[in-house]
Every structure is written in structure tokens, then in C-alpha cells.
């Protein structure tokens, strides 16, 4: 495999481009889809219906594509997921008719901010970034990879903000269209560097993981049992996280607007200084894990981000909430670099793509619940509900993180 400049694999700079450019249109999309959905007449209940639906079908594909790509390889999926969110930005640009803007969220992944990765083939990119990256890289590498993801989101919601100078043009929920041009950019971007970007054959992978007669082997029983009990640990723990996710972070633009009657002009900054603060703390994190060890790292910074989301509904005053929730960005989201580079260290190679699909699941399927709960919650005006039950939530996943996690290997530094 040739190497970049500097001295990583070249598909490596390539599909972190892919995500930069990925990452500004979702960044756009989670300040403007449900404010957009809103202008449109939608209620709370109808978006967070179609924002769990969306969660679900999206846990249904990474089921199907995660462990097929381990033997097929990882470039013609994401090259298919690309081409599906760029003809769902068409569509969405050019109509406003429900059934377009569902299957937008459904298949394109509207509003749903997943920080640049690509939905539901989030754990082909994690397969393929470490591919060639010795274990001691993981946390550097993925750290890095997260904190374009949050760059990404920053400009994308900055941007966001755009509607409000031409609301006299575009009048109402019209002012919002011009919005999808951003990933429909972004997915021609994604295109060309993934079809750019090297990836070996899974055969020649799987040999250079698991050479003849090499004592622990990948196929040793041992082995793999001990992989397993470690993919159900993660399991355990990533359900009380998506549970917590899903709950608040989907709902962020919407509760603003509610809480404070503030619209695209000031949400979608308060939003792009919480991405900020994530992909700084991503830095943070990565230095932190030298330290403190992968673990240690995850469960320091989340206890202050969730003393931080407890904060955040209580503040009297937008400005001030949104500075809680940006801080709490920096500790709570700058974790998953740190938390994908311990994942794949739990599996050897060949398992790899396995193992970002049960990191994925696990967190989706509760995370498609939240949406859904919370959206009943604000209908009735609940506007604090939603983050005390996601507190409690993570508040649980950082015990079980700590419990789990904390003796084996790949969390020492």
C-alpha cells in the first residue's frame, strides 16, 4: 500500500476528506432539518417519529453491509452511499413533499449529524482507516479523523445560519431549500476521493493478520471466544449510551427554538461552537489517552459532560445554555476517536468491520428510541424530562464503560 506525505497509508488523507466534506452538509442539516420540518407544519411527534425510523432502517443496513465488507471489501459501499444521500439532496431541493423528506432522512440521513461518518456504513471507514495503521496510530489517527468530522459540522452549521438573509427572497419555510446544496456538494466531493482511495484485496488482509502457524492466531477458540465476550460487553454499555444520544442530541435546533424562540440565525452558531468545542476535545482526548490509557480517558471527560448536560436545560438564558452545551461537546462528543480506536483493537483484522458494526448497532438501536420518547415529551411541553432520563442514561454507560473496559489490553497506554 503506497503512503501519503506523511507517512500515512495514502486512502487514509483521502476518506478523511471524505468525511470533512461529509460533515459540513450534516452539519447544516442538524440546525436546518428540524427547524425546516417545523415551518413546514410538522409537529414534535411527526419528527421524532421520522428521526427513529430513519435510526432504524439505518441499523437495519449496517447489519447487512458491516460484516459482508470484511469479505467484499468497504470502497463500493460507501461509493453507493454516497450516490443515494447525493440524489436524496436532489430531491429534497427540489420538492417539499413529505414522502422527499422522509426518504431524505430515511436514506440520506437528514438531520441525523453523525459527524461526518457515512450513516450507516460508518463502520466501513473505521474498517478501512485501520487497515494498515499499527495500534500504537489507532488513537492519533481516529482522534484526528473525529475532530474533521467536528470541523466539518462547525462550518456546516455556521452556514446554516444562511436563511435568515434571504428569508425576504425565500419567504418561510422556502428560506431553508437552498440548505440541501450543501450535502448534495459534499456527496460529489465524497464520491471523487473514495473512488481515489486504495483499498488491498480482504484475502491479502486476512493473511497479513493471521500468518501460518502464528501461535493466537485469529481462528484460535480461545481467541475468539475472548472477542466475543468483549463485543457483548460493548453492546451492554453502548445501549445505555444510544439511549442518552437519542433522548437530546437529535432535538438540540428544535429545543432551542422552543426553550428560547430563537431561530436559524443564532441556533446555527451556538451549534457550530459546540462542533468546535468537539473536535478540540478530540485533540484533548488523544493527548489525554497517552496518560490517563483509552478507558481512564473516555470515562474523565464524559463525567464532566454529563455534569455539563444536566446543566444545560436549567440555564435561564440562551447564551448561556448554549455555552454549557458546547462545553459539554468538548468532553462528552471529543471521546470517539478515543472509543473507536479501543474498538477496533478488540477484534483482529478480519473481524474488524464486525466489530464497528456491533459498536454502530449497539448505539443506534437505543438511539432510535430517544428520538421518538423525547418528541413526545416536548409536544407536552416537557422541556427538561428529556435530558435528566439522558442523564441517567450515561451516567450508567460510564460505569459499565469503566467495568468492562478497564482491565483489558488496548485500554493501557
Known sequence: MSSSAGGLPRAVPLLMGARFARAVGQGALVVGFTLYLHALGWGAASIGAVLSAALFVAVLLTLVVGPASDRLGRRHFLLAYESVALLSAVLALCSARPWVLGLGALLGGFGRGANGAAGPFG???????????????????????????????????????????????????????????????????????????????????????????????????????????????????????????????????????????????????????????????????????????????????????????????????????????????????????????????????????LAATVNNVSVMVPRAIGPALSGLMLARGWLVAPFLVAGVFQGAYLLAYRGFFGGISAARP
Request: glycine share 12%.
Open 123 to 353: 463502520p466501513l471507514e473505521q474498517a478501512w482507516l485501520a487497515q494498515d495503521l499499527a495500534p500504537a496510530d489507532r488513537p492519533r489517527v481516529f482522534s484526528l479523523n473525529a475532530a474533521l468530522g467536528f470541523w466539518g459540522m462547525a462550518a456546516g452549521a455556521v452556514l446554516a445560519a444562511l436563511p435568515a438573509l434571504w428569508q425576504r427572497a425565500l419567504p418561510g419555510a422556502l428560506a431553508f431549500r437552498p440548505l440541501f446544496l450543501l450535502p448534495l456538494l459534499g456527496s460529489m466531493i465524497g464520491l471523487w476521493l473514495i473512488w481515489k482511495a486504495p483499498e488491498q484485496g480482504t484475502r491479502q488482509v486476512a493473511r497479513q493478520a493471521a500468518p501460518a502457524g502464528e501461535p493466537g492466531q485469529e481462528g484460535a477458540p480461545s481467541t475468539r471466544r475472548e472477542q466475543n465476550r468483549n463485543l457483548l460487553r460493548l453492546a451492554v454499555a453502548n445501549g445505555f449510551n444510544g439511549l442518552g444520544i437519542g433522548m437530546v442530541a437529535p432535538w438540540m435546533a428544535y429545543w432551542y427554538a422552543l426553550r428560547f424562540g430563537h431561530g436559524p440565525a443564532s441556533i446555527g452558531p451556538a451549534l457550530a461552537a459546540s462542533f468546535a468545542c468537539a473536535a478540540l476535545g478530540a485533540q484533548l482526548a488523544r493527548h489525554m489517552s497517552r496518560r490517563f490509557g483509552l478507558v481512564d480517558t473516555v470515562v474523565y471527560m464524559r463525567a464532566v459532560g454529563l455534569a455539563l448536560l444536566l446543566l444545560t436545560p436549567l440555564s435561564p438564558w440562551f447564551g448561556l445554555a448554549a455555552v454549557a452545551w458546547a462545553v459539554r461537546s468538548a468532553f462528552n462528543r471529543g471521546t470517539i476517536g478515543v472509543r473507536q480506536a479501543l474498538v477496533v483493537g478488540l477484534t483482529d483484522e478480519g473481524r474488524r468491520g
